[in-house]
């Protein structure tokens, strides 16, 4: 595919990293010094220039264009820069990096010619939101087409291997030591294991009383580290849940603009000379959550380190960074992608997908999911199915009638299935062909 | 350092040599030469890369920086001794003879050490030829665009290690598909001119070896006295026009091949014909003064500058017997070189472009203290990375280049021998003057001498940094 990605930051040099590995990849942007880095390790073209200049485009031979990635930090950059691209090249699938919600759900959306607009700090939100449903998660996944969940879970409560044996779920990805496998047979946990559980919420839920410790701790009283968009954003989506917030943050002019926008619901504590003194005197101690939601990664990971040290007993880090992701997880902190990672998941999600087939990343990229809904008038009813040779790092389910069946030879479609595949990055190629190619 | 994958690269490259290589075996046939040892060597090349990917098929081929420079110049070796064995096998010379002559192919330097080369057999000539060919775009380049298993990450770094000029330009966001429309405009242009060279007389097989040879701006021809023993202005003038040709930067052609001349509107183009033209009507002039005819002087003296320039090394006459002004004319055209991205050797235009306009800045900055410079070429600031690696490369160009010119002198051979050697040695030109002028060859020196020229050779197609880095202890240092 041929794919032009407007903007050489980080969002931007994600998505080449991963995308120029099978594509053609074309990165514009005008800082000349971005854009050098990127092309020093990356096979992709770089055109140093302003991606709203219409010249630009004018040099790029191949003139049919199959995803346009407008992911600067600037919506009206990214706005104007469909505009000019589609106009220049023909751009068949345009996806946008947008903060303004207005731009993305309004009739603009339409008039701009914009596919799909990702809204990376909502996502974010969102994703804590979920999160604090299941009180040990460290990560949850919902999906369009079935109601069952992908959560992930953090082994605390057994003291050496044990043998699995789910129920209404499945085992569908253990990360151990750093390494990821998806395990097809051998279902032996140990403790520390990061577990990525597929299926039933409530069966989920006994896995995780069972294997998690202090499952059933409270999650009432959350404290915030950022009074910025993303800790605005994070307190209003949790206000939804009626949770009791304080926001802590050092700068002055940042609480005043939160305390506005969330409308004096949330206690909002300015922490301009020490954070230390704000849990006793203001009774941080007693929150059951710390969110650290900066954008700094090493901030974010003191302030988590600090509120257990404290006695929080689960904290949240907002990772920005793919290179602390590890490293928050090895010191007992819950990750959630921050913005600009979701940003790049999303967008690698929505390339992926069309209207029958879905994708879905878990474990930071290691672990894909793809889903395809039979529908009422689809030419696979009825029909005998080859199903890919199950084994590790590629399994493949149907989700009928609410169960998760397991397929290792062949099957027959029936409507409403759901087929699912999880496989690693090497099984990508095979499970995408095998499921975008079903039936024919 | 990942020598399996260094391994691995090696024995992926040397099948895709032993192909080409292949084609000399079907001149010989042609020709009904004797070709049994060649046949054995052929054979066994084969087999050790068969063997050493067969052992390692199932070893990931990961290229780091460090690897992909380390690949290259040990690739380069590789090449001038693969490239010596029929040459040793087959002619009476030493193998650190057939070493030079080697290296002198697939650097395209063209300098040789035979004395008669019509008494070469055929497949010996175009041996010679396709060594040219193949070195011209890059081996690597032919690596990166026909083995689609080089990883991309490792075929970026490599390619830039092989790559000429100030930084690595591409016009299609794959290397690879950037080196296939390489390839693509090169064999165009060569097959443009073995037409044209048939048209005006020659025969088939001199027409394919001159076009290897003037495409890649080799130098090497099928007659004792290069291109001087045809007589014959139709083919002067198109190799003139087609060295020319080649030294220009060939992303400009596939550009054009997209309806695209803006790569006919830079700076290093506009300048690089200028310099030519100046040079060449200069020469005309200098050349008639001694009572040649306008048309004569014209013709040898445009040929004898694109040759020099462009670092071709053709001759259809023995110029090193003008006048004085007229060597200085032509030992001028020896430091200037080709467009970036050209087959052509030397310091290139770009790199004078740049140097000249900081300079010009330098002194403006004199005048205007508070002004701000920056140096721009066509249209686009230049990175200080970019002023700092072209001034190191014209310190490192200059002082390799009297290191080696001492060391010829200190051989006991004059100046002017010494420092031209040097020159057409390292700027991959081919003849220089005195002893190793165009009427003369590099026979006379000793073994030693040729694997010192060698040497030198690969350090000016590579272009000194890929070659020196691995001389620096933090190459080889694991932190």
Request: with cysteine; aromatic share 12%; charged share 20%.
């Amino acid at each position: 595919m041929n794919i032009i990605i407007a903007g050489a930051g980080q969002v931007g040099f994600n998505l080449a990293k991963t995308l120029s590995r099978d594509n053609d990849v074309i990165v514009i942007d005008q800082n000349q010094q971005a854009l050098a880095a990127i092309a020093e390790t990356l096979d992709i073209l770089p055109i140093n220039g302003d991606i709203k200049n219409p010249l630009i485009y004018e040099n790029i031979l191949e003139k049919e264009i199959d995803f346009f990635l407008a992911v600067t930090n600037s919506d009206e950059a990214n706005l104007i820069s469909i505009i000019v691209a589609q106009d220049r090249l023909e751009v068949k699938k345009s996806i946008l990096r947008l903060k303004n919600r207005y731009f993305g759900n309004s009739s603009l959306k339409r008039k701009f010619g914009i596919d799909s607009a990702v809204f990376a700090i909502d996502i974010t939100s969102k994703t804590i939101s979920n999160l604090l449903k299941y009180p040990k998660a460290n990560n949850v996944k919902q999906f369009e087409y079935t109601d069952k969940e992908l959560i992930s879970i953090k082994v605390t409560k057994i003291n050496g291997p044990v043998e699995v044996f789910p129920k209404g779920y499945e085992i569908v990805g253990i990360e151990r030591n750093r390494e990821f496998i998806i395990p097809a047979k051998n279902r032996i946990i140990e403790p520390g294991d990061l577990i990525y559980l597929f299926g039933d919420k409530i069966e989920i839920h006994h896995f995780c009383k069972e294997y998690a410790s202090d499952y059933t701790s409270d999650n009432q009283n959350i404290v915030i580290f950022s009074a910025d968009e993303m800790g605005i954003a994070i307190a209003k989506e949790l206000l939804k849940e009626e949770k009791d917030i304080k926001i802590v943050d050092n700068d002055i002019n940042k609480c005043k603009i939160a305390n506005e926008r969330l409308e004096g619901k949330v206690t909002i504590l300015n922490s301009k000379y020490s954070t230390i003194h704000l849990y006793d005197d203001e009774g941080l101690k007693h929150a059951d959550i710390a969110i650290a939601a900066t954008k700094n990664d090493e901030y974010n990971i003191i302030k988590c380190l600090e509120a257990k040290e404290r006695g929080i007993k689960k904290v949240i880090a907002i990772n920005n960074d793919l290179e602390y992701y590890s490293l928050m997880h090895s010191l007992g902190i819950v990750v959630v992608r921050g913005p600009k990672i979701a940003t790049v998941n999303a967008i690698l999600e929505n390339i992926n997908s069309d209207d029958a087939v879905i994708k879905k990343i878990f474990c930071g990229g290691k672990g894909q999911i793809y889903m395809r809904k039979v529908y009422e008038n689809s030419s696979l009813i009825g029909i005998h199915v080859k199903v890919l040779k199950y084994r590790d790092n590629l399994l493949t389910f149907v989700i009928r009638d609410g169960q998760i069946i397991h397929c290792d030879d062949a099957m027959i479609c029936e409507e409403g299935d759901v087929i699912a595949v999880f496989c690693n990055e090497e099984n990508e190629e095979e499970a995408k062909n095998w499921i975008y190619n079903l039936g024919q | 350092m990942s020598y399996k994958s260094i391994l691995k690269l090696f024995s992926l490259i040397g099948s895709t040599i032993g192909f080409f290589l292949f084609l000399d075996f079907f001149v010989a046939v042609i020709y009904n030469e004797k070709i049994l040892n060649f046949s054995i060597f052929l054979i066994l090349f084969f087999l050790i890369n068969f063997l050493i990917w067969f052992f390692l098929r199932e070893h990931k081929l990961k290229l780091g920086i460090k690897e992909s420079i380390l690949s290259v110049n040990l690739l380069w070796i590789m090449l001038g001794v693969v490239g010596a064995f029929p040459l040793w096998l087959y002619t009476k010379v030493s193998f650190a003879s057939a070493f030079f002559e080697a290296i002198s192919g697939f650097t395209t330097t063209g300098a040789t050490v035979y004395t008669d080369i019509e008494s070469l057999p055929h497949f010996i000539l175009f041996h010679r030829s396709i060594m040219h060919w193949l070195g011209g775009m890059g081996i690597i380049v032919l690596g990166v665009g026909l083995l689609y298993f080089i990883n991309p990450t490792g075929s970026l770094s490599l390619f830039k290690a092989e790559s000429t000029g100030v930084k690595l330009e591409k016009l299609t966001p794959k290397i690879r598909d950037n080196a296939l429309v390489l390839w693509g405009a090169y064999v165009g242009l060569t097959v443009l001119d073995l037409l044209l060279l048939k048209f005006f007389g020659m025969n088939w097989f001199d027409a394919i070896n001159h076009a290897f040879s003037t495409i890649s701006t080799g130098g090497f021809s099928t007659k004792n006295s290069s291109l001087g023993f045809y007589n014959n202005y139709g083919i002067f003038w198109v190799t003139t026009v087609f060295m020319v040709l080649s030294g220009v930067n060939f992303l400009a052609y596939v550009r054009l091949f997209y309806r695209d001349s803006s790569g006919f509107k830079t700076e290093e183009f506009k300048w690089y014909i200028i310099i030519f033209l100046v040079l060449s009507t200069v020469l005309t002039f200098v050349h008639s003064l001694n009572g040649t005819d306008i048309d004569s002087s014209a013709t040898h003296s445009f040929f004898t500058i694109a040759s020099i320039m462009t670092t071709t090394g053709f001759a259809t006459t023995d110029y090193s017997l003008w006048s004085h002004i007229a060597v200085g004319l032509i030992f001028t055209a020896m430091l200037i070189g080709g467009n970036t991205g050209s087959t052509a050797g030397g310091i290139k235009i770009i790199r004078y472009l740049i140097i000249f306009k900081t300079l010009f800045g330098e002194l403006k900055r004199i005048v205007h203290p508070n002004a701000h410079i920056y140096i721009f070429v066509d249209g686009k600031k230049l990175a200080n990375s970019v002023l700092t690696s072209t001034f190191g490369f014209f310190f490192i160009y200059v002082m390799t280049n009297v290191m080696l010119a001492l060391y010829i002198y200190a051989r006991g051979y004059d100046a002017m021998t010494s420092v031209t050697a040097a020159l057409a040695l390292i700027g991959n030109i081919g003849p220089g003057f005195g002893e190793v002028g165009p009427a003369n060859n590099f026979a006379n020196f000793s073994d030693i001498d040729k694997i010192i020229f060698s040497l030198g050779m690969i350090i000016g197609r590579l272009e000194f940094y890929t070659v020196f880095v691995v001389l620096t202890r933090e190459f080889w240092k694991k932190f």
